[in-house]
Each structure stands twice: as structure tokens, then as C-alpha cells.
């Protein structure tokens, strides 16, 4: 049997619940559906929290009203092959639905290393999948010695959630000298690694996991310092690759990075199939080289784009590339990052200029609840534009970064935040004296001249 949609979306996640809403509003008269292999969706920044925080993977799950109050169909299936000619998807049930426009957001998977005894018992990656978070979180509370491989910001997170469970040991291997050190400068990562140590975690930085020990499942892990630890229970949290099998079987380019590619609209190589999320290429907003960023707020951002520009394009919507920003949160501390690194700046080439700035986010410093703030902008030293930053501090560092994007995505020159009017209150912000985005531009002013 076959059946026809304007609009088929291909996925479970954030990115494609954006793309079916975005395209209802802008395509009102079309028909849309989405097509999922899941039967209940999870919001993905939520998974290391399911552990302690939610106390149940059943609070973590990614609604269906949206879908509902949209009029968007939804249809449960795995899609195994795009007919491009016949402009038809094929289900695993043998069912065929038509499209005008189809939008592929289908995510990415975890990278497993090739280290000897990863495929034993116990040894687990993180899955977007509700049934198998349930199984996680079970295992994971039976667990005494858990260690997680990975010191990125799922691994982090995880560390700081599975800590607060009384009666684990968690240790973190990293083969960078530092966790977080893809996103933050060296000054930013050790402020986590102090909070996690203080929490009794174990960090293994500049070292490599070299085989997972047991019989039938795993015991030990043996790291490349000759160190041996327990663990009843690993977790890998390396890192994701795009999900691209459906676009290659149906011929479509894939780009440098692994990805499919796409243009600043999110078209593939068809004009009629759009790609955003993680499947999708990503490309630097200061040098369009490719940048492995996988994150919900960058993947809504991409469908919200694929959205508008399905039958006709919205210049205003599209994608200039992607400017990576980060937050988490751990043990009470906000750390966020938005552009390049100080490293990653001078790796390209850019002659730069760093502006840093301390302070606390209310004011004075003696109102209930505050909390030490640090701002670190880099700017292109000639031009002046902002090309990155870096917060740390308390909740308020997860708006100051917000700020601090759309700087960059504006080309904002250095000169014009130290003159920035900012909106101020004892309660909520620094005071306008010492306002850490406005000092920290201030100061690399100061180092212009």
C-alpha cells in the first residue's frame, strides 16, 4: 500500500519535531508527517540526569503535543530505503509513503573504540532510546565501580550525576590532558576537574584505555599508565558519528566530515531532501572548515532553517555555519563556551586579543546567592570582531554565553560591547560598573592600542 505526504520528516529527536512544526507554520495548507523509529522520544541533554536528578527515565521524555496541536501525523517506523525517482520512502513493514520535501534527522551513533573487550557484558554507550535508558539506569544502580571513557561533556555530566549515587565509584579516563578540553581553555576545564575530584570522582587525563578485563563480562579496565581499575560497569561517551546510511544508499553527497552534506538552506544534493542535526554536515561559522559539534540547540536551530526554506527560501533563515555553543552544569558550576577557543583561534592562524574579567552575578557581592562570575572574550586583534567566549560562574552563565553568541553571529566589534547598555538589577546581574562582558572587552581593548 502507498500513501503520500507534502512533507515526510525522518526521526525522533529535537531536530525533527522542530522541522514538522516550523514547516506547519510557514506551509500551512500542506500535509506533514513524521515518521520515528521509537515509540517515545527522550530529550537528549536530559539522559545524564535521568540517573539521580529526574529519579526516572519516564520524566525525561520529549512530548508528543507539539506534533498533536500541529495537525502532524505520526507514523512508527524504521524508513530503510529512500526512492529518490519515485519520491517514496520504504518502511520496515513494507509500507511506502510518498513525498514532495523529506527531511532527514536522524541523528548520529556512538562511536565504539576497537579496544580489546569492548563487546563484553557491562560495557554500555549511551543510546537515545527509552527502553534501553530504563535498562541503563538499572544497571547502572546495581553497579559499585562504574568508569566512564570519555571526558567530554556527556562524560562530565554523567561523572557528576552517577557521583550523587550513594555507594559508586566513578573514575573518568580522557586521553586529552584535560576533560572539557575541546570547548574551554585550560583555565575553564580545571575549574570542572576540581568540582568533580572535590566529589570523590577519579580523572585519568593523558591516558588511553588499552583493554577491558573479563571473563564474560566486565571486571577491570587497564589503562596505557599500566594502572588496572575495578569496574563492574563501563560506560562509552567518546563521541557520536553521523547517521548517514539512508543518504548514501540513496545517493546523496556526504561531506569531508562524515556527514550529509548540505547548503546554508539545509538542502542535500536532491533539492527535494533536506538533512539537519547531527546526520548533517557542520560546518565553522569563522572558516567553514568541518566542525564535529553535535548539539540539540544547534540541530533546532538547522530545522527551524530547513523548516521555512521547504518550497521557497527565507534569505533571513539561513545557516551561516555553525558557531558551537556549549554549556553544563556541575556540582553548581556554570561553565559556557560560544566561537573559538583561545587554542583553536591560533591554531587557524588568527592574530588575536584576550579580554578577561572577574566578578560576581549580583550586586553587591554580599546579596543571597551570589556567585563568582569569569569572562574571557577573544577578538581578531586588527578587526576587532568577537570570534569567541568563555563563562563560568553560576546559573546566570547560561544567558551571559546566549549573549555572547549572538555577538558573534552579529560580527560585534570589541569597542562595541565596552560601550554595551545592558539592562541591570541588584537581584539578577553584576552591577553596570563592573559587568563582566563590558570589562572583559574593556580590557582587551585596552591591549589593542
Not at 130 to 136: D, F, G, V
Not at 144 to 166: H, T
Not at 341 to 363: F, L, R, S
Request: proline share 4%; with cysteine.
Amino acid at each position: 500500500m502507498s500513501e503520500a505526504y507534502d512533507i515526510v520528516v525522518v526521526g525522533g529527536g529535537p531536530a525533527a519535531l522542530i522541522s514538522a512544526v516550523t514547516a506547519r507554520k510557514y506551509y500551512t495548507d500542506k500535509s506533514i508527517v513524521l515518521i520515528r523509529d521509537v515509540k517515545t522520544g527522550v530529550i537528549p541533554c536530559g539522559i545524564p540526569y535521568v540517573f539521580k536528578t529526574l529519579e526516572s527515565v519516564d520524566k525525561d521524555i520529549l512530548p508528543d503535543k507539539p506534533l498533536e496541536i500541529n495537525n502532524i501525523d505520526k507514523i512508527i517506523a524504521k524508513v530503510v530505503k529512500i526512492h529518490r525517482d519515485a519520491k517514496k520512502v520504504e518502511l520496515d513493514n513494507g509500507r511506502m509513503i510518498g513525498y514532495d520535501k523529506l527531511v532527514l534527522a536522524v541523528g548520529s551513533v556512538p562511536v565504539v573504540p576497537p579496544i580489546p573487550g569492548s563487546e563484553k557484558k557491562g560495557v554500555y554507550v549511551i543510546k537515545k532510546d527509552l527502553e534501553y535508558l530504563r535498562m541503563l539506569r538499572e544497571e547502572v544502580h546495581k553497579s559499585r565501580s562504574i568508569v566512564i571513557v570519555g571526558g567530554g561533556f556527556i562524560g562530565a555530566e554523567f561523572a557528576d550525576e552517577l557521583s550523587k549515587i550513594e555507594g559508586i565509584n566513578v573514575s573518568v579516563v580522557e586521553i586529552m590532558p584535560h576533560i572539557l578540553c575541546q570547548a574551554f581553555d585550560n583555565e575553564f576545564c580545571t575549574l570542572a576537574e576540581e568540582k568533580l575530584k572535590d566529589k570523590g570522582v577519579k580523572l585519568y587525563t593523558s591516558t588511553k584505555v588499552v583493554e577491558f578485563i573479563g571473563d564474560d563480562k566486565v571486571e577491570k579496565v587497564r589503562l596505557s599508565s599500566g594502572d588496572v581499575i575495578e569496574a563492574d560497569m563501563v560506560i562509552l561517551s567518546i563521541g557520536a558519528k553521523p547517521n548517514t546510511h539512508l543518504a548514501e544508499d540513496a545517493g546523496l553527497w556526504t561531506g569531508r566530515g562524515g556527514g550529509i552534506w548540505v547548503d546554508e538552506y539545509m538542502r542535500t544534493s536532491d533539492p527535494n531532501i533536506f538533512a539537519v542535526g547531527d546526520c548533517a554536515e557542520k560546518r565553522c561559522f569563522f572558516t567553514r572548515r568541518h566542525t564535529p559539534v553535535m548539539l540539540a540547540s544547534t540541530a533546532t536551530a538547522e530545522a527551524r532553517v530547513a523548516g521555512a526554506n521547504l518550497y521557497s527560501l527565507k534569505v533571513i533563515r539561513e545557516n551561516k555555519g555553525t558557531i558551537a555553543n556549549f554549556s553544563t552544569y556541575i556540582d553548581g558550576l556554570t561553565l559556557a563556551a560560544a566561537g573559538l577557543t583561545e587554542k583553536k583561534a591560533k591554531e587557524e592562524g588568527y592574530d588575536i586579543v584576550v579580554g578577561m574579567a572577574k566578578g560576581v552575578d549580583k550586586h553587591p557581592g554580599a546579596i543571597p546567592g551570589a556567585k563568582n562570575v569569569m569572562v574571557k572574550l577573544i577578538f581578531s586583534r586588527y578587526s576587532g570582531i568577537l570570534l569567541g567566549g568563555q563563562v563560568a560562574g553560576g546559573e546566570s552563565a547560561g544567558e551571559i554565553i546566549n549573549i555572547i553568541s549572538l555577538a558573534i553571529q552579529k560580527r560585534v566589534l570589541a569597542v562595541e560591547l565596552e560601550t554595551l547598555q545592558m539592562a541591570t538589577h541588584p537581584w539578577l546581574t553584576p552591577a553596570p560598573t563592573i559587568y563582566p562582558i563590558v570589562n572583559a572587552a574593556m580590557d582587551a581593548v585596552s591591549k589593542m592600542k
